[in-house]
Structures are given as C-alpha cells and as structure tokens.
C-alpha cells in the first residue's frame, strides 16, 4: 500500500479514506471563524479527512482553511479527503447538482471526495433548512431515494465528486438503494451515530458484508447540544469502563473511544475546537487496545442515542414520510438500527 495510505480503508470504488476524520460542525454560539481556525490547526496536526456539510453553514470557513493549508505547503489538495453532505431540502433530483455546485463555490474548490445524503427525510425545497408551516411543523415531502442517489451517481460521473455515500440509514433503506434497478455505483459508506452505548454492530455487520464503510460520529458521545440531545443523557466520557483502560494504557477515555472504532474497522470522525483536544484526537493511531479491552468496551452497549431528531409532525400519520420518520427515530432496541 502507498504509505500515504497506510491509516486508511479502500472503499468500494478504489478511492481511499482516511480512518480517521475531522468534524468541523460548530455547537450554538460558537462564532463560524472558529471552525477555520480549528480546521487549520487539524490539518497542521496530521488529519487528511475533512468532515462537513451544506447545513452546518460553515463551509466557506472551512474552505478558506483549506485552501490556506495548500498555499503554505503543509498540503496538497489531492491529499485531502473532505467530505460534503446533502441536505434534506434538496433531494428533488433536479436539485441535487446544484446542492453539490454551491457547496463548491463556497469552498472554492473543484472537487469534493465524498457527498453524502445527510439524513434520508425529504423536506420542502427552498432556502429554509427546516421549513416549517404556520404551526411551526417541519414541512416534509415525498422523494423517492433512489431518484436522489441516480443523481448523485451523476455527480460522480461529472467528476464534482470522487466518491458517493448515505447518512443515517438503518440496513432496510440501503438495501432499497443496493437494490435499486440500474444501480451504477454502491454508497461508500453510511455515516451513523457509533460510540460504545450504540456499538451498531449488527448494522456494521451488515456494511462489511456489503463493502460499505461505516463511518461513526458522536463517537466521543456528543457536545449536548439541547436542540438534539436530551439533557439528562448519560456522559461516555465519565464511564467507569472507559476511565479504568484509559488508566491503563495512560490515554484519556475519549482516546479509548476513537481507538475502539478504528480497531473495529470503522472510520471515525472526532470533533474538538481545542488546539489540545485535536491533537489528542489524532494520537489514537500511537497505541493498541488488548482484546480484553475491546470485549470490555463491547458490554458497554445499551442501544442509547445522544443524537435524536427533533419531533416532525405530519398531517398524513400513514404518508411514506411519516413511517419513514418513525423508522430512523426508533431506538435500535426495537430492531431498526442504524438510522
């Protein structure tokens, strides 16, 4: 393997993506220039995979710290990895390009290397990123997936971006695209909730036997944002397990987490504004957790989602929209996992 390859995975399509992956979403109040700054001093630490999207409003930030990182040398842009998301309000298949376009212009790039379907639930096109009607109801409307993937396979084909992939789908939905007649190219990836209370591993089962990577985020649990979590959710970081090997291999238990997925063969997204926690983040590849440790870390499972989307209401409780909703939001407990 080329040794700039050596901390990645080969997806299906030949590309490669780096194991381990920066989040540049900022929490509430955090000013955008942040995620510039946090994105440069990633880049100066040794982190290649860029993770961003459309609706976290921050991609001309992001991009500029790219951009700068090239200009000053540290590096060039073939070896980047960042990855684009498409928004809900854009799954109509004639909006799908022009999605990815302006998300290129704000980046000022040519290319991204992966564009993914952020979360699959359709809601009105326009400006809004959550449209809502006169009762402050999330207005939803019916895509068919497969249409929204035929015209990310455009997009590949265009040469706008190298790879193509999903976001938050249980096994049933990729199973609709996998099956999807014509089908050109399989998604790289779906990236999902994963840390040790949501190990998902009957659906990373599903993915390797597929050759599609999961990718984990929330991986560290989540910056408990209120908008998505609830208040009284547990806190990873404080659990006893974590804290005893981290104690053992002398790493802190956010180090123990992003290790345990890199082992497991999921690419794994790690998010920190803190010059010291970035650099942290990206000394998971200097160490190994035991087998012993992993199976502890195993039993940590309890099917628990930090990130939960918010409550969408619909007039038709029996539209496609709707049971799709109740689908993603259940808890993997009751057997659809994943979402």
């Avoid at 929209?321 to 689908?327: E, G, K, P, V």
Wanted: glycine share 6%.
């Amino acid at each position: 393997m080329d040794p700039k390859h050596t901390h990645s995975v080969k997806l299906n399509d030949g590309h490669f993506m780096p194991v381990l992956g920066f989040g540049t979403l900022a929490s509430e109040g955090v000013p955008k220039s942040k995620a510039a700054e946090a994105t440069k001093v990633a880049i100066d630490v040794g982190f290649r995979h860029i993770d961003a999207a459309y609706v976290y409003e921050n991609e001309e930030e992001v991009g500029q710290a790219l951009r700068e990182k090239i200009a000053d040398g540290t590096v060039k842009r073939e070896d980047l990895f960042y990855t684009t998301k498409l928004w809900c309000t854009f799954f109509r298949p004639e909006l799908v390009r022009p999605a990815l376009e302006r998300s290129l212009k704000k980046l000022q790039l040519d290319y991204v290397d992966l564009f993914i379907i952020h979360v699959p639930v359709a809601m009105k096109p326009g400006e809004e990123l959550m449209p809502k009607d006169a009762n402050g109801k999330i207005i939803l409307e019916t895509v068919d997936l497969r249409d929204t993937w035929e015209a990310l396979e455009k997009c590949k084909d265009a040469g706008l971006t190298k790879s193509i992939g999903v976001s938050n789908f249980n096994h049933k939905l990729l199973e609709m695209i996998l099956n999807k007649p014509g089908l050109k190219y399989k998604p790289v990836c779906n990236q999902v909730e994963c840390h040790p209370y949501l190990n998902q591993s009957k659906l990373l089962e599903f993915c390797k036997s597929k050759d599609i990577v999961l990718v984990a985020y929330s991986a560290l649990g989540s910056q408990r944002d209120p908008n998505w979590v609830e208040k009284d959710s547990p806190a990873l970081l404080e659990e006893p397990v974590l804290k005893a090997i981290a104690k053992k291999h002398n790493r802190s238990p956010g180090q123990v987490a992003l290790r345990y997925q890199v082992q497991r063969g999921v690419v794994v997204l790690a998010k920190s504004f803190s010059e010291k926690r970035i650099k942290e983040n990206f000394q998971v590849l200097e160490f190994e957790l035991t087998p012993e440790d992993m199976k502890a870390i195993d039993g940590l499972n309890r099917n628990f989602r930090f990130f939960k989307l918010p409550l969408i209401e619909v007039k038709n409780p029996r539209s496609p929209s709707w049971i799709l909703i109740t689908q993603i939001t259940k808890n993997t407990a009751s057997g659809v996992e994943g979402a």
